[in-house]
T-cell receptor, first 112, second 115 residues
Framework: GDSVTQMEGPVTLSEEAFLTINCTYT??????LFWYVQYPGEGLQLLLK?????DKGSNKGFEATYRKETTSFHLEKGSVQVSDSAVYFC???????????FGAGTRLFVKA | DARVTQTPRHKVTEMGQEVTMRCQPI?????VFWYRQTMMQGLELLAY????????DSGMPKDRFSAEMPDATLATLKIQPSEPRDSAVYFC?????????????FGDGTRLSIL
């Protein structure tokens, strides 16, 4: 079945450091790929998405590129801020489907 | 911005009591999901609905959990009887079913503690 694997955390960075959170997936066909972010005490919220190969999703300085050849959707940000401290979830939805498969989440701590 | 609304936000009760959690999905959304989040298990899908019809509840303990959508503006998740191991944060999410390219919209959850 479909699955999502993302790097284990926590990831601890200093402010203005470069961020990469790795995500790989297994799916049949061409799924849609998502990154969600969860701040303390809140639900998950969509950060960005990409719906076909080579698409780049971007939002709030975060980017991720849909790589079909490596089945990956790594999250990157050039300069993190303390306010980016949160848990990040990689996810996929199969074509024509509506049930979403979530990764285990990666907790990010950013130090001032 | 439209939001998914969950009530109550917090619930503390003793084991054996019935617990009802409510969710108001975003108007116009036709899919509703219930998740449970714990430190040990992470995010688990309990049940989901499409156009108010239950499609899959295989993630729920059937003997004590039940999920319903009495109408398009209300989804409920009930636990009876509750047990300490049910302590978790329960999230409701809603979305639009199309070609799988639509995200889910989450509420802020119900934090449940069973003593």
């Amino acid at each position: 079945g479909d699955s999502v694997t993302q790097m284990e955390g926590p990831v601890t960075l200093s402010e203005e450091a470069f961020l990469t959170i790795n995500c790989t997936y297994t799916a049949t066909g061409y799924p849609s790929l998502f990154w969600y972010v969860q701040y303390p005490g809140e639900g998950l919220q969509l950060l960005l998405k990409a719906t076909k190969a080579d698409d780049k999703g971007s939002n709030k300085g975060f980017e991720a590129t849909y790589r079909k050849e490596t089945t990956s959707f790594h999250l990157e940000k050039g300069s993190v801020q303390v306010s980016d401290s949160a848990v990040y979830f990689c996810a996929l939805t199969g074509p024509g489907g509506f049930k979403t498969i979530f990764g285990a989440g990666t907790r990010l701590f950013v130090k001032a | 911005d439209a939001r998914v609304t969950q009530t109550p936000r917090h619930k503390v009760t003793e084991m054996g009591q019935e617990v009802t959690m409510r969710c108001q999905p975003i108007l116009g959304h036709n899919t509703v999901f219930w998740y449970r989040q714990t430190m040990m298990q992470g995010l688990e899908l309990l049940a989901y609905f499409r156009n108010r019809a239950p499609l899959d509840d295989s993630g729920m303990p059937k003997d004590r959990f039940s999920a319903e959508m009495p109408d398009a503006t209300l989804a409920t998740l009930k636990i009876q009887p509750s047990e300490p191991r049910d302590s978790a944060v329960y999230f409701c999410a809603s979305g639009l079913s199309s070609e799988g390219d639509q995200p889910q919209h989450f509420g802020d959850g119900t934090r449940l503690s069973i003593l």
